[in-house]
Nanobody, 118 residues
């Protein structure tokens, strides 16, 4: 399974950005899909995840500002980020996991940089 992230970039505080992640496997094969982020000197943290049925889960710091969605036809999931803050600056990683025969398999895309200027 390969995950390819796109989007990201530099934006001013209060602005918008959209990240997308395309999977080489059908998203129906995944348990959850989503996004994590890692800022310099900090641990990787949950941003948002979603099931193939579209049930989302958000990290506390992004609730009400970020929206995660899936496109089953394109095997992609996206992260719409609004009201961006400088503290949202981080490398964002797309992620998916599979549960097969009581084993959990995790997949990570390459990181994409999001920088929010004040």
């Amino acid at each position: 399974v390969q995950l390819q992230a796109s989007g990201g970039g530099l934006v001013q505080a209060g602005g918008f950005l959209r990240l997308s992640c395309e999977s080489s496997a059908s998203i129906h094969s995944f348990n959850r899909m989503g996004w994590y982020r890692q800022a310099p000197g900090k641990q990787r943290e949950l941003v948002a995840t979603v099931t193939e049925r579209g049930s989302p889960n958000y990290g506390d710091s992004v609730k009400g500002r970020f929206t995660v969605s899936i496109d089953t036809a394109k095997n992609t999931w996206s992260l719409q980020m609004a009201s961006l803050k400088p503290e949202d600056t981080a490398v964002y990683f797309c992620h998916a996991d599979q549960l097969m025969a009581a084993q959990r398999y995790e997949y990570w895309g390459q990181g994409t940089q999001v920088t929010v200027s004040s």
